[in-house]
């Protein structure tokens, strides 16, 4: 079976003109014109110009990277930041809403079109005393709530690395760690199947190094290829953030990410742990 898969490969490779075929690292070109979506870096005078815009009507410590969206990087100000949490809250609910609410008001750096599009993974709440500069009221009140939406999906596919968790206070929402996407094209054909990603991974050697600087190898089989996933998949290329779709496999402990269309491996790597 997998020589009939190996001898397809070949014919179809030939069958394929020079055109159609892109370089070493890709199996085919690209021929739709609106794959990938992308978004272009950002000069620093722009990122300055959308800081300054997204802090409009709301003080915030996170700031912009250098795409144009909420990044995981924050300035804060004890002092300032302190005096946030002087207001105390027991409705979590409504802090909750406005809190979704902000995030699609400031959809263009958030990546959220509406707030239909936020489910809460997860909700903590806290009451931070700040070494004894503020005391409780009662049990029932906080000054701290923290969200963790989890991470984006757009038309089922899951994006890889898209995480949104938000802290607030009843001042508002100060701090954004991640953003979504506002949209991303799926193409509807995927030109580099499934199966035709199997058969070009089955025999591929991987290489990785433990802590003690110990070679490991792996050759990779095809049972190891038996369960895989459609994602999407952020990628940087050059001065472009790039949307691209693929297919995802988990090889023992290892990711490979290949895209859907141009057959390219954009992620390989070990993520097992090694400790120290």
Not at 125 to 153: E, W
Request: proline share 3%; hydrophobic share 35%; aromatic share 12%.
């Amino acid at each position: 079976m997998r020589n009939q898969i190996i001898l397809l490969l070949i014919l179809f490779l030939l069958g394929c003109s020079k055109n159609e075929l892109q370089t070493e690292n890709t199996l085919l070109k690209n021929k739709d014109h609106n794959y990938p979506t992308s978004f272009k870096k950002l000069s620093k005078t722009e990122i300055e110009k959308r800081q300054k815009e997204f802090e409009e009507g709301q003080l915030t410590f996170s700031l912009i990277d250098s795409f144009g969206f909420v990044g995981w990087s924050y300035d804060d100000d004890f002092e300032v930041r302190k005096q946030l949490y002087s207001k105390q809250f027991s409705n979590i609910n409504a802090l909750t809403t406005l809190i979704k609410l902000y995030l699609s008001d400031k959809g263009k750096f958030t990546g959220i079109k509406d707030t239909s599009q936020l489910g809460p993974k997860k909700i903590s709440v806290l009451f931070q005393n700040y070494g004894g500069v503020y005391s409780r009221t009662d049990a029932t009140k906080y000054n701290h709530l923290g969200i963790d939406f989890g991470t984006q999906s757009i038309g089922g596919l899951e994006v890889i690395n898209s995480l949104l968790t938000v802290s607030a206070t009843e001042n508002g929402v100060h701090y954004i760690f991640g953003h979504w996407y506002p949209n991303a094209y799926i193409p509807q054909v995927d030109q580099v199947t499934g199966e035709l990603a199997k058969s070009v991974l089955v025999g591929r050697k991987l290489t990785s190094y433990n802590g003690w600087g110990q070679e490991s190898n792996q050759i990779i089989t095809e049972e190891d290829l038996a369960k895989y996933r459609k994602v999407i998949y952020p990628f940087i290329n050059g001065a472009k953030l790039e949307l691209r779709v693929c297919w995802e496999f988990n090889p023992s402990h290892w990711q490979i990410l290949m895209d859907t269309t141009t057959g390219e491996i954009l992620v390989e790597q070990d993520v097992a742990f090694y400790p120290l």
